[in-house]
């Protein structure tokens, strides 16, 4: 029997409205007990403890948008680093994108995604799988098959499922299964070959640009099809103002939607570029700062229900390339924390909103059993120095790509341990 106590603790969790002193008893890898009272004579001999000292415990964060690039691409990032930079990071949940080579669109790599997770026993990893054999937008995959196998939902990841009609029948389909399906809302014909936001930076440094209504009209388009099918959808990084207002609205029509969006959307806009800065070129791209601010009231108010790190690794001769013909996608698994608390300490959005953006909520919307500090519920937890003061530095990244235009950034918010199933398997250096 595996015990580990952790005294001295704030206990933070919005999903339950817990917010007060106390401790935290973990036993074979689930939550015993918790509470103010627990341990206020003293912990029992033979029981491995933690003292937290007051710092905030919340359940670990659940990242329900990566790329972790196995198999296929381990050079650039493989399940083992990405695990080590989500415990450095205090994410204990990782839901991979199914873009890998070979696409994860069969069973048997749905089955080797989830065997890998528990070997290396850093975080839990779930794959999404894809929606279309091979990615390709024209054939369905065996959804329910691949759900029985453990796939937590289907999408083409990076790519948009163009054709209405394929994604009517995906729609369909999924909806017999009560599966769920997540779109990359992008219309190609509009946002090809388009490199940063349509505007005035991309005309004066003469880059074709993606307009902001690239996202708008395919996301309309699909909120059309979810009221036609009754399927459950989720829209991805979600960057433009129309897009967080077409979602309100298809909220509050009573459709099964959902919708998550990432830091550099909130935290960055597309000045980042700067002068032709690849290391600031996502997909979709850095918008205006109107489309900034939209994002973050979205989050304030549920609009936008979770935040992803969208983890993108890539190596320097990716990025390192003329605007056009350069990867897009930054690494973000080591600064979701951080740059989450950003908006609190900005005043926002509160910290329990927030938290629940990268918490309960993501694992609500994929049906994970995490997320939460309850008992009977996983000892999946991090522990957060929520004010502590540092400067975000690629080079201390677990990840083995470092692209990140957030480096050098000043931040506040840490997690200085990361608990996985009652086992420790973080701690902060300093």
């Known amino acids: 029997m595996s015990r580990l106590a952790l005294v001295n603790a704030r206990l933070l969790d919005p999903a339950g409205g817990r917010d007060h002193p106390g401790g935290l008893l973990a036993v074979d890898g689930r939550i015993a007990d918790l509470g103010p009272a627990l341990f206020a004579d003293g912990v029992p001999e033979g029981i491995e403890t933690v003292d937290c000292h007051g710092l905030a415990l919340i ?3 659940v990242d329900m948008r990566a790329q972790l690039r196995e198999p296929g691409a381990e050079h650039l990032e493989n399940m083992a680093t990405a695990s080590q930079a989500a415990a450095a990071g205090g994410v204990t949940t990782i839901v991979c994108l199914p873009n890998t080579d070979p696409p994860i669109d069969d069973v048997a790599l ?4 989830r065997r890998r997770g528990r070997e290396i026993g850093l975080a839990n990893i779930h794959p999404y799988a894809a929606a279309t054999k091979g990615l390709a937008g024209k054939e369905l995959t065996e959804m329910g098959l691949l759900a029985d196998a453990g796939a937590v939902a ?3 990841g990076t790519r948009a499922i163009a054709s209405a009609g394929i994604l009517r029948r995906a729609m369909s389909y999924a909806r017999t299964f009560d599966l769920l399906l997540v779109q990359h809302p992008e219309e190609p014909t509009l946002s090809h070959p388009g490199g940063m936001n349509e505007g005035e930076i991309a005309t004066r440094l003469g880059l074709p640009g993606i307009p902001a209504m690239a996202e708008v009209v395919l996301l309309e388009r699909d909120l059309r099809l979810a009221e036609l099918t009754g399927a459950r959808y989720h829209a991805a990084h979600v960057s433009t103002a129309g897009a967080v207002e077409a979602i309100r609205a298809a909220k509050a029509r009573g459709l099964r939607v ?16 700067g002068d032709y800065r690849t290391f600031a070129k996502l997909s979709p791209p850095l918008r205006s700062d109107g489309d900034r601010r939209a994002v973050v009231a979205g989050i304030a108010d549920g609009t936008i229900d979770a935040i992803a790190s969208d983890h993108a690794p890539h190596d320097q001769d990716s990025k390192r390339l003329p605007f056009s013909s350069a990867a897009s996608g930054i690494v973000g698994l080591e600064t979701l924390l951080p740059l989450v608390l950003e908006l609190v300490h900005q005043g926002d959005v509160p910290l329990e909103r927030a938290l629940d953006a990268v918490g309960r909520a993501p694992a609500r919307i994929l049906g994970l059993d995490c997320g939460r500090l309850e008992v009977g519920a996983p000892a999946d ?5 929520i004010d502590r003061p540092w400067r ?8 083995k790509s470092k692209n990140s235009p ?3 950034r000043p931040v506040q918010g840490r997690a200085m341990l990361t ?3 009652g086992r420790v398997v973080h701690r902060a250096r300093d």
Do not use: Q
Not at 110 to 113: A, L, T
Not at 258 to 273: G, I, M, Q, R
Not at 381 to 385: E, I, R, Y
């Open 258 to 273: 959902s919708c998550d969006t990432a830091p550099p959307y909130f935290a960055l806009n597309e000045t980042a570029v």
């Open 419 to 421: 608990v996985l199933g």
């Open 406 to 408: 957030f480096d050098g």
């Open 110 to 113: 749905v089955e080797f995604v």
């Open 59 to 61: 359940p670990g964060l």
């Open 154 to 156: 289907f999408t083409d």
């Open 381 to 385: 937890l991090a522990l957060v120095d």
């Open 392 to 399: 975000i530095a690629v080079d201390r990244f677990r990840s």
